[in-house]
Structures are given as structure tokens and as C-alpha cells.
């Protein structure tokens, strides 16, 4: 997306000032993308961030015969009146950069009757299995075959709604099955779903779409299939993610980040972390403001979860800013057993981390312990210093960047495309905060 070079070199030490802006949430953009393949008609998306990830959804529907044009900065039309079967060759050539094919399948089943679903890229963060979805559209009457080339998806009788109970709140999961219930024959109630802001966002869409989907206590959702939907037209959810990054950027270097487009309700979690740490913020109408307040910041305990507990997506900026912590903090990581890998390379740049690859246990827990999680140790205050790291994903690649602009030193970050897959525009962003660096 306009980022033409592979490396950053940072001169850190400088605080971040200045304002930078969000605009729709990668987690919600392309999975309205997606759902417009269930319309009659053309759909219109609104504030939809130019990032990567958008790209290769993009070409993925035009492989399938959508018409994706953008009349104007931000903005998406979607029209998937000729709709039509993809060569497998396409998709699979996509589908290596995204986990975004196999939400295609509901869509794809109600449109043509088959889905044809290639390995899937994506963060290497962790296993994230398919079972779940797979299992939910069989429970649709949907036929899976795996073969060589991946999974063929098929439902000779169409699909009819069914009682589906996730055995966890996975947000793909859920989005599955609201993709392909929408259109199903029948009721689907769906038990331990998830309810994430963006998830929210998608079942809104459906509902400007023509679907009739009600949301009941204790993570139930009741959907009730219609013959047809039409297209929508919507403004995408502000990206939380990107908002907390900068938060914590600003944390981390002891700086002052106003964040446009932020809102509170939806990151009121971040948000209480943030202030137990010693951040200070201040929310406005048309964003919210990030602040070093100057003094120590104080160690705290944090324990990744789904909504509306913390993001397992915060986390890793956040770790950033423990290292500058005084105490001891501890993060436990439940959702990914691989996303705290990143934290050798800030072991390298001199903060005192300790990962346990099997967790902690400890008495003040809140988040029920899981099989899969790790935990990670942070003491501090330690002074962090220049190094040469190389991304290793989305959300820890960013990680690397605070980490630099904090040091001490002239870093080198590479494999700067990995950022560019959900944060918008960032090397200008960093300018316009005031960072010392260039592009190599």
C-alpha cells in the first residue's frame, strides 16, 4: 500500500507528538467485504483504511467476479452481481497472505453452491484451527472434502439453520456462521459466541442487509434465515488496535498522541490498563488523547481475553511500555500460544523479560487458565537499546517500532510489510509525530 521500502532505520530516543488518525477496523472491513457477497445488490463501505489486507480481499472477490471500485479515498463499492466460480489457482496464490478465504464459504455456498478453501496465511502466532468452522457448516448440511489442495466445501441440499455451541468465543467462528445463517433455511441459535465490537459492526451490516439476527443474554445469538439480502451501506468501526498501538507508543516513549477517530466505549479495557500503568488520557468528541504524565509508571497484571476483557491484540505494544514499568508486571497471554515470541528481540534491546511457556498460575486470575497459554514477566525500569530486529507479525512488528523509538541508539527494523497489513499510512504517521528515521 504505497510502501515501497523493506527496512526502517529508527534514531530513537524521542517522544512521539503530535496527532495521527484512525479509520475503519481491519477486523471489521474485510469481513463486511466479504458479507457483501450475500446482497442482490452493490454495497457501499465507508472509511475503509488502505492497508494491504484490503488489497488482497479486494482481488480475492474479483477472482469470484465482484465489481470492487472506490469512487473516492475511503470509500468501497462492492457489486456482486456476476458473481461466478474462481480458478483455484487464483485463490490459493491469495490465500497464502490471509485467513480471510474461509469466511467466503457461507457466502460462496448460498451464491454458487461450492467453496474451494486453500491452505491459509496469516500470523504465524499460534494454531488457529478450522475445526470450528468446519464443524459449523456441517451442522448447516454442508459436505467438507480435504484433498491435496485444500478443503472443498459443498451443500447439494443448500444450507439449514442449526444449534451450533462453539466450544470457544472465536470471532472467525462466529463470523462463519452469521455469514452463512443470514441465508439459511430456518433458526440458528448460536451458544458461546463471540461479541466483539467489530462482531457487532457485521451482524449491524447483515441487518441494513435485509437479515433478521437478535442477540440474547449469556453470548447467544438468534438468526433467522431469509430467502434474499440486498446490498448495505455502511461506516466501518474504528480500529482499536491501531488506536491502542498508538496509546501505547506514546506510553513508551513519554510522549503525547491525540488519536482521531478513537472512542471510548470500545476500548474502556484498554483504557483502565492504560491508567493503572501511570498513562494518562483524555477523551473527546472526536478522539482521544495519549500521555506520558511524567513520574514512574507502575507494574500491572494483565490477562488476555475475548471481549470485553483485554485484547490478546494489545498486548504486545503494551509489553513495550512495561519494560519502562518499576516492578515487576505480568502478562498472561490465553488466546495464541505463540504470540509472545516477539519478546526475545526486546530481550535483546536490554528489557528483562522471562517468557513461561506453559503460564502462571496465580491467585489474583480472573481469565479461567487454558491449555494453550504462556505468560510473560516484565521488570523494569530497564534502558532499551538500539538493535537490528526483523517483524515477525502484525501486532509484534509495531511492537518492534515502539521498542526503537524508545532506545537509545539507531535501530533497524526489516520486513516492514508485515505492518502494512493493518496499520494504515504508518510511516506517515510517524512523521507527522515527529520520529527520527528513514526508509532503506
Known amino acids: 500500500m504505497g510502501l515501497k521500502a523493506d527496512s526502517i532505520v529508527i534514531r530513537g530516543g524521542k517522544p512521539l507528538m503530535g496527532r495521527v488518525d484512525v479509520r475503519g477496523a481491519k477486523n471489521l472491513a474485510t469481513k463486511a467485504m466479504v458479507a457483501a457477497l450475500l ?30 471500485t472506490s469512487p473516492e479515498d475511503g470509500v468501497l463499492v462492492l457489486d456482486p452481481k456476476n458473481v461466478e466460480r474462481a480458478h483455484f489457482a487464483q485463490i490459493d496464490a491469495l490465500a497464502g497472505s490471509s485467513r480471510i478465504p474461509i469466511l467466503f ?63 470457544y468465543p472465536s470471532v472467525g ?28 459492526d457485521l451482524i449491524a451490516i447483515l441487518q441494513k442487509m435485509g437479515a433478521i439476527i437478535s442477540i440474547e443474554p449469556n453470548r447467544t445469538i438468534f438468526i433467522e434465515g431469509v430467502e434474499t439480502l440486498s446490498g448495505y451501506s455502511h461506516r466501518a468501526i474504528f480500529d482499536r488496535n491501531e488506536a491502542a498501538s498508538w496509546a501505547s507508543a506514546a506510553l513508551a516513549t513519554g510522549g503525547d498522541i491525540f488519536v482521531g477517530g478513537a472512542k471510548q466505549q470500545e476500548m474502556m479495557t484498554f483504557l483502565n490498563i492504560f491508567r493503572k500503568v501511570g498513562g494518562a488520557f483524555d477523551v473527546r468528541e472526536d478522539g482521544i488523547r495519549f500521555w506520558h504524565p511524567g513520574g514512574p509508571l507502575k507494574p500491572v497484571q494483565v490477562e488476555t481475553d475475548v471481549h470485553p476483557g483485554f485484547m490478546t491484540d494489545w498486548q504486545q505494544p503494551l509489553i513495550v511500555a512495561l519494560t519502562q514499568a518499576e516492578g515487576v508486571s505480568v502478562v498472561h497471554e490465553t488466546v495464541y500460544e505463540n504470540r509472545l515470541g516477539f519478546t526475545e528481540a526486546l530481550v535483546e534491546m536490554g528489557a528483562d523479560i522471562v517468557v513461561h511457556s506453559d503460564g502462571l498460575e496465580s491467585v489474583t486470575r480472573r481469565v479461567p487458565r487454558r491449555k494453550l ?17 526483523r517483524v515477525p507479525d502484525l501486532r509484534g512488528g509495531f511492537s518492534y517500532l515502539i521498542a526503537a523509538l524508545a532506545a537509545e ?25 515527529g520520529a527520527d528515521f528513514d526508509l532503506i
Open 409 to 433: 541508539g539507531t535501530s533497524t527494523v526489516s520486513n516492514l510489510g508485515l505492518i502494512s497489513r493493518g496499520y494504515e499510512h504508518f510511516v506517515d504517521k510517524l512523521t507527522a509525530l
Open 373 to 389: 497459554e504462556q505468560a510473560a514477566v516484565v521488570t523494569g525500569p530497564t534502558k532499551l537499546h538500539a538493535a537490528d530486529v
Open 173 to 200: 467462528a462466529t463470523e462463519q456462521v452469521l455469514l452463512a445463517a443470514v441465508r439459511a433455511k430456518g433458526v440458528t441459535e448460536l451458544k458461546n459466541a463471540a461479541i466483539e465490537p467489530e462482531i457487532m
Open 39 to 68: 446482497g442482490k445488490t452493490p454495497s457501499i463501505l465507508q472509511d475503509v483504511p488502505q492497508i494491504s489486507e484490503i488489497s488482497i480481499v479486494t482481488k480475492m472477490l474479483e477472482a469470484y467476479g465482484v465489481a470492487v
Open 105 to 167: 464459504c457461507g457466502p460462496l455456498l448460498h451464491a454458487l453452491g461450492e467453496a474451494l478453501i486453500p491452505d491459509l496465511g496469516g500470523c504465524r502466532i499460534g494454531d488457529r484451527p478450522i475445526d470450528f468452522h468446519l464443524n459449523a457448516l456441517r451442522a448447516f448440511g454442508a459436505v467438507v472434502d480435504k484433498s491435496y489442495e485444500g478443503i472443498r466445501i459443498t451443500a447439494p441440499n443448500g444450507l439449514t439453520g442449526a444449534n451450533i455451541e462453539l466450544p
